[in-house]
Each structure stands twice: as structure tokens, then as C-alpha cells.
């Protein structure tokens, strides 16, 4: 099958695939934890985007600190209070099996998530809560089948109630997949023979921004960039005084309707300095609608898509990760 198709299947089908957890996670049952912090073990394009775009829906949810950790180590203040949710697309990762490892000395508090591997493997030896995620996909096509997991896993775990939102989601995004988006083509081309500069804000795009580069890596096989409202303001925005860089970069800002004022105001001052100074600025923003996760995902649809038809336009395999694969063999043989 054509690979480009693969990647847009798995973009369409996002629909049924939170269906399909729904029904599977209806009836599972959270063990009692007692705990007061989230730790969140687990790296790359899958597991890594999936804890950011939780950390920012539960930013305004959730009466735990969550710390994400993509290390070969362990943070010294997991304890017995602390709850680590560990999680591997392949099941193989190796920086997340030698921390969910090190931490068995640390706490008994774990769930563990992956479609295959050694994580599964160990979960089942030790009797560990473990939730199976459907295989067949590359960890980043993944993305929202380990995210729907988790927060349904959380949504019971803290006796909150998403199901409307998880709904609309489904719902948009059935919508959504049968639109010809111009907008998707028009920011394709204009990326052309350019660097992308990508920024988000606190609390709503910071974590699409990294996934939106994350995909534009991967997928677009090209270097992107990432940064976040209101930190640029504090030192990045003074590089653009350089005005070289105009024909080398394209700065997109992830907005959202709801912006609180402050942020609207310096995503605004940041559009026209930047324009002012002859850099072209695209603006995207999520449908409008009062469900955070809805307009969250309305974003990641979009520039999920605008990935893959960036690596179909430059002619790149969008699955095709040889360079990770090599470097994976030389670790092996070190």
C-alpha cells in the first residue's frame, strides 16, 4: 500500500480509533492508588507528544503536579507517594525501560501502556496494571491512541466526566476529514525552502507547537523549531533584528479563541513586529468551540495533515526514519 496513504488513513481513522478505546476502557478498573504526583516516563514522536498534549489539557484540571521524564534515569523525589505512568508504543524503548526499571525500588504506584515489547513483558512478570495499545502504526501515528488511553485512564482515576468532550472530538473530526482544507495547501508551499519557526502559549498550543514539530521532523524530513509565548519575549525575539533570516524563515503562531488578554496582546505586537521587520507570519488558529480538547485537536488534525503532504511535495517517504534506525544499530553496537 502506498506509504502516503498509510499516513492519511491513520489521520482519517482517528474517529473510530477513539471509539474503539472507549468500548475497550468502559469497563476497566483503576487499582486503588494513594498518591499526590504524576510521573510520566516515556520519550519520541508517540508517547513523549501524548504526555505533552495531557499536561496541557489536565494544566487547568488537575489538582497533581505532572513531570514528564524521557530519561535513562530517574527523578530523586519519586517516592511511594509518587503515581508513574509508563508508556512505550514498541514496548522497546530503551531510555523508558531502564527508568520504569529504576523505579520499581522507588514506588508501587504503576500503569503502564504499550502494544508489544519488553514493557508488556515485564508488566505481566511483575502483575503490573497494563492497558494494551492497538498496533499496527508507527509510534507517531499513534499519538492519540496512547493520549485517548491515558486520559480515560485519568478521567477514572480522578472521577472527572469527559465523555462530552471525547464525543465532539469524534464528532468534529468525522466532519472534519471530509473538507478540502485550502488552508493545509496554502501553508505547505509557503514552508517551501524554509526553516519553520514554530510558536504556541502557555496552557493551550505549547504542546501542539512541539508536536507540529516533532511531525514536520519525522514526517517532512526538515529541521523546525519551537518556542512559547511569553518566553521568546525574553530573549529569542531579539535574533529576528537580524533581517537576513527573512528568506530563510516562516514563523507560524498557534492561536486560540480564548486567549487570555495578555497572551492576545503579544501574540498580536509579536505578529506585526515580525511582519514589520519583513518575516512572513502565518496565524492558525482551532475551530471555535467551547471544548478545549475539541480545538485542541482540531489544530493537531490540521498540521498533522500539513506534515504529510509537506513530505509528499518534497518528495519524501513520510515514514521513512532510516536516519533513527541507524542510530539505534550504532547504539546497539556500542
Same mark, same amino acid.
Given at each position: 500500500?502506498?506509504?502516503?496513504?498509510?499516513?492519511?488513513?491513520?489521520?482519517?481513522?482517528?474517529?473510530?480509533?477513539?471509539?474503539?478505546?472507549?468500548?475497550?476502557?468502559?469497563?476497566?478498573?483503576?487499582?486503588?492508588?494513594?498518591?499526590?504526583?504524576?510521573?510520566?516516563?516515556?520519550?519520541?514522536?508517540?508517547?513523549?507528544?501524548?504526555?505533552?498534549?495531557?499536561?496541557?489539557?489536565?494544566?487547568?484540571?488537575?489538582?497533581?503536579?505532572?513531570?514528564?521524564?524521557?530519561?535513562?534515569?530517574?527523578?530523586?523525589?519519586?517516592?511511594?507517594?509518587?503515581?508513574?505512568?509508563?508508556?512505550?508504543?514498541?514496548?522497546?524503548?530503551?531510555?523508558?525501560?531502564?527508568?520504569?526499571?529504576?523505579?520499581?525500588?522507588?514506588?508501587?504506584?504503576?500503569?503502564?501502556?504499550?502494544?508489544?515489547?519488553?514493557?508488556?513483558?515485564?508488566?505481566?512478570?511483575?502483575?503490573?496494571?497494563?492497558?494494551?495499545?492497538?498496533?499496527?502504526?508507527?509510534?507517531?501515528?499513534?499519538?492519540?491512541?496512547?493520549?485517548?488511553?491515558?486520559?480515560?485512564?485519568?478521567?477514572?482515576?480522578?472521577?472527572?466526566?469527559?465523555?462530552?468532550?471525547? $464525543?465532539?472530538?469524534?464528532?468534529?473530526?468525522?466532519?472534519?476529514?471530509?473538507?478540502?482544507?485550502?488552508?493545509? $495547501?496554502?501553508?505547505?508551499?509557503?514552508?517551501?525552502?524554509?526553516?519553520?519557526?514554530?510558536?504556541?502559549?502557555?496552557?493551550?498550543?505549547?504542546?501542539?507547537?512541539?508536536?507540529?514539530?516533532?511531525?514536520?521532523?519525522?514526517?517532512?524530513?526538515?529541521?523546525?523549531?519551537?518556542?512559547?509565548?511569553?518566553?521568546?519575549?525574553? $530573549?529569542?525575539?531579539?535574533?529576528?533584528?537580524?533581517?537576513?533570516?527573512?528568506?530563510?524563515?516562516?514563523?507560524?503562531?498557534?492561536?486560540?479563541?480564548?486567549? $487570555?488578554?495578555?497572551?492576545?496582546?503579544?501574540?498580536?505586537?509579536?505578529?506585526?513586529?515580525?511582519?514589520?521587520?519583513?518575516?512572513?507570519?502565518?496565524?492558525?488558529?482551532?475551530?471555535?468551540?467551547?471544548?478545549?480538547?475539541?480545538?485542541?485537536?482540531?489544530?493537531?488534525?490540521?498540521?498533522?495533515?500539513?506534515?504529510?503532504?509537506?513530505?509528499?511535495?518534497?518528495?519524501?517517504?513520510?515514514?521513512?526514519?532510516?536516519?533513527?534506525?541507524?542510530?539505534?544499530?550504532?547504539?546497539?553496537?556500542?
Amino acid at each position: 500500500m502506498d506509504d502516503y496513504k498509510i499516513m492519511y488513513d491513520s489521520i482519517y481513522g482517528i474517529p473510530e480509533d477513539i471509539e474503539e478505546i472507549k468500548v475497550n476502557l468502559k469497563n476497566y478498573i483503576i487499582p486503588d492508588f494513594r498518591f499526590n504526583k504524576i510521573v510520566f516516563l516515556g520519550t519520541g514522536g508517540g508517547s513523549r507528544a501524548a504526555f505533552d498534549i495531557l499536561s496541557t489539557y489536565f494544566f487547568d484540571k488537575s489538582n497533581f503536579p505532572f513531570l514528564i521524564h524521557q530519561g535513562y534515569d530517574i527523578p530523586e523525589f519519586i517516592d511511594k507517594d509518587t503515581l508513574v505512568i509508563v508508556c512505550s508504543y514498541s514496548g522497546d524503548t530503551e531510555e523508558t525501560l531502564s527508568s520504569f526499571e529504576k523505579s520499581f525500588k522507588k514506588t508501587d504506584n504503576f500503569i503502564i501502556f504499550s502494544s508489544n515489547g519488553r514493557l508488556e513483558e515485564i508488566s505481566k512478570e511483575k502483575n503490573l496494571p497494563f492497558i494494551k495499545l492497538k498496533r499496527g502504526y508507527e509510534a507517531r501515528q499513534a499519538m492519540h491512541i496512547i493520549f485517548f488511553s491515558i486520559l480515560i485512564i485519568l478521567e477514572k482515576l480522578f472521577k472527572l466526566d469527559f465523555s462530552k468532550d471525547i $464525543d465532539e472530538v469524534i464528532e468534529f473530526l468525522k466532519n472534519e476529514r471530509d473538507k478540502n482544507d485550502q488552508i493545509v $495547501d496554502e501553508i505547505v508551499n509557503e514552508i517551501l525552502n524554509r526553516i519553520p519557526i514554530i510558536y504556541g502559549s502557555y496552557g493551550f498550543s505549547d504542546s501542539i507547537a512541539e508536536r507540529f514539530r516533532r511531525q514536520l521532523n519525522e514526517n517532512g524530513k526538515i529541521i523546525a523549531h519551537t518556542n512559547i509565548i511569553p518566553n521568546l519575549h525574553h $530573549d529569542e525575539i531579539v535574533g529576528f533584528m537580524d533581517q537576513k533570516l527573512k528568506d530563510i524563515l516562516y514563523i507560524i503562531l498557534l492561536r486560540d479563541h480564548f486567549e $487570555d488578554n495578555r497572551i492576545k496582546k503579544r501574540f498580536d505586537i509579536t505578529r506585526e513586529i515580525l511582519k514589520n521587520y519583513g518575516f512572513r507570519v502565518r496565524e492558525i488558529y482551532p475551530v471555535l468551540n467551547n471544548s478545549k480538547l475539541v480545538r485542541m485537536f482540531s489544530l493537531i488534525f490540521k498540521i498533522d495533515l500539513i506534515s504529510i503532504k509537506f513530505s509528499k511535495t518534497r518528495g519524501f517517504n513520510p515514514k521513512d526514519v532510516e536516519i533513527i534506525k541507524k542510530l539505534k544499530e550504532m547504539m546497539k553496537n556500542g
